[in-house]
């Protein structure tokens, strides 16, 4: 069973705060890493899939980076704007297709 | 393209009683998976279905089933309603399964059923 773990829980950040969280996942029997951001009663958007290692993805202010031999992949945020307020979810991809979740970063940036 | 819909979007039912979900996928797409959300827990996957078919299952009681259709639109249902079966249920779809879970998968706004 692969456990997907993500760091820190929580985060309380200033407007104008860059930020980052990270996400480990064991390194053997690697396929992909999915990043999603996750607001308060919508659906989770598919934000990163990413799957060699050294990938590094942007997306505006959100990049992303993956380390697959040590099994660790960070998630920054330059700036943050109260928008980016949300839950952060990484996944691995399962020998099958699944995805195997963490628990999420939750992300509050105040005005 | 539309998104990925669920309905209902919110469900009150009581133990024992039996509940179905639905989920229609994104027009092309052929793969939907079911996850679960509890308090405090990841998403938890059910199972994904692809062609009709069941391809994958996760570590849920056989009260947990489902099933899809020739539309690629499917259900999902639990039997016997715990208590604990309370939870946000989402569902996913993608064009077609790969290993290792590397198609971008689409999720719907979910279900959230309470069980009184």
């Keep these: 069973i692969l456990n997907v773990e993500q760091s820190p829980q ?6 104008g705060d860059s930020t980052n969280f990270t996400c480990s996942f064991p390194s053997s029997n690697f396929y992909a890493l999915h990043w999603y951001r996750w607001e308060t009663a ?5 934000l990163f899939v990413m799957t060699l290692n050294g990938d590094e993805k942007k997306k505006g202010r959100i990049s992303a980076t993956l380390n697959t031999k040590e099994g660790y992949s960070y998630l920054y945020i330059k700036g943050s704007q109260p928008e980016d307020s949300a839950t952060y979810l990484c996944a691995t991809g399962g020998s099958q297709g699944n995805l195997i979740f963490g628990k999420g970063t939750k992300l509050s940036v105040k005005p | 393209k539309a ?17 179905t979900l639905s989920c229609s996928p994104i027009s092309g ?3 939907v998976s079911w996850y679960q959300q509890t308090p405090g827990q ?16 996760g570590n849920f009681p056989g009260r947990f089933s489902g099933r899809q259709f ?13 208590l604990g079966d309370s939870a946000l249920y989402l569902c996913a779809s993608s064009s077609q399964p790969r ?9 719907g706004p979910g279900t959230r059923l309470t069980v009184l």
């Design chain 2, 3 to 19: 998104g990925v819909t669920q309905t209902p979007r919110y469900l009150i039912k009581t133990r024992g009683q039996q509940v």
């Design chain 2, 42 to 57: 990841g998403l938890q996957f059910l199972f994904e279905y692809f062609s009709e078919t069941q391809r994958n299952k």
């Design chain 1, 42 to 46: 919508k659906s989770p958007e598919a």
């Design chain 2, 70 to 82: 020739s539309n690629s639109r499917s259900e999902m249902n639990v039997s016997t309603l715990e």
């Design chain 2, 29 to 31: 797409h052929r793969s």
């Design chain 2, 99 to 107: 290993q290792g879970g590397t198609d971008t998968q689409y999720f």
């Design chain 1, 10 to 15: 929580s985060l309380h950040v200033q407007e």
